[in-house]
């Protein structure tokens, strides 16, 4: 499981990713406001912890924000202010759960993994654009009836790219949902990674679907 956890606190956020790395569970660190909504439109996420607190702006505006883009991921609110107001206030913003610091450790590990198990809402399992097919589920995906083969990394892309069918993604938006805070984007590693995926996903296929927007970065559809 993947979670998203927006703290400001950098030596928590170090002592919780441990923590959870040990349970089998990957943190997604996001330090600020913005940070932590650009990482909650990105990625897929088992849960997401908002502290309240934050550089930018609140964890509640945050929580508002991200269920008003349809995000349907369990909120999991993270903080000193623990009192029945501010409780209130962050399950009326769409918040699932509210565990006040200090905390245990077990805790929250509890909490999160519960909140994991909750059902999300339907949401679309198949995609079907020309001749290629896809299990979202799944993750199955076959052009033409041939199945192809994809690695952690290129799903990670082609997921990203097929969830905005028709719109233009860019390198930020891709190395944000792809990898870690401490990619180098200098380097040529996302170039190589779309040119393995078009390999799959295009090559010896009509129509073409995955483009190159000068400029702009990559666009998915026909």
Request: proline share 3%.
């Amino acid at each position: 499981m993947r979670i998203l956890l927006v703290e400001d606190d950098t030596e928590l956020t170090k002592i919780l990713a441990s923590g959870f790395r040990e349970h089998h569970i990957e943190v997604v660190p996001a330090g600020d406001f913005g940070e932590g909504q650009r990482r909650a439109a990105l990625g897929q996420y088992g849960v997401i912890i908002l502290d309240v607190m934050l550089p930018g702006g609140d964890g509640f505006e945050l929580c508002r924000r991200i269920r008003s883009k349809g995000i349907d991921t369990p909120i999991l609110m993270l903080t000193a202010r623990g009192g029945v107001d501010d409780r209130v206030v962050g399950l009326e913003a769409g918040a699932d759960d509210y565990l006040a610091k200090p905390f245990a450790f077990r805790e929250l590990l509890a909490r999160v993994r519960a909140l994991s198990r909750r059902q999300p809402a339907i949401k679309e399992e198949r995609k079907i654009v020309a001749d290629l097919e896809v299990d979202l589920r799944a993750r199955e995906v076959k052009r033409s009836g041939n199945v192809i083969d994809l690695t952690a990394k290129e799903w990670d892309l082609f997921e990203l790219l097929i969830e905005n069918e028709g719109s233009v993604i860019n390198r930020t938006q891709i190395t944000e949902r792809v990898w870690d805070e401490n990619h180098d984007p200098f380097t040529n590693v996302l170039e190589v990674l779309v040119r393995r995926l078009r390999r799959k996903i295009d090559e010896g296929y009509e129509p073409k679907l995955i483009h190159t927007i000068r400029g702009a970065g990559y666009r998915f559809g026909i």
